[in-house]
């Protein structure tokens, strides 16, 4: 069974940066897309960016301008650039891989953001 490793998270304070990574343990053929989502307590999951195959971007518009998204496609690894953090974008980070016919998520990664 393949899965996604996630690392990168951790505790950080306003303002500051952090990289999240996430590659799959084994191949994943047909990969769409793939991205990282994010859920704080009390709250649904939600979309903080996504990158196609070709190289096509998304992002929610609350981190519009500080993430970015990338990806080595050779390694099917995904990152996530995270700058100006916010309080607010304390969260667990989940990687998702979407393939034709369904996804793959990582176990999450714990980001906290202190004021």
């Known amino acids: 069974q393949v899965q996604l490793v996630e690392s990168g998270g951790g505790l950080v304070q306003a303002g500051g940066s952090l990289r999240l990574s996430c590659a799959p343990s084994g191949t994943i053929s047909s990969i769409n897309s793939m991205g990282w989502y994010r859920q704080a307590p009390g709250k649904e999951r939600e979309l903080v960016a996504a990158i196609t195959i070709g190289g096509s971007s998304n992002y929610a518009d609350s981190v519009k301008g500080r993430f970015t998204i990338s990806r080595d496609n050779a390694e099917n690894t995904v990152y996530l650039q995270m700058n100006s953090l916010k309080p607010e974008d304390t969260a667990v980070y989940y990687c998702?891989?979407?393939?034709?016919?369904?996804?793959?998520w990582g176990q999450g990664t714990q980001v906290t953001v202190s004021s």
């Open positions: 998702n891989v979407k393939i034709p016919y369904g996804y793959y």
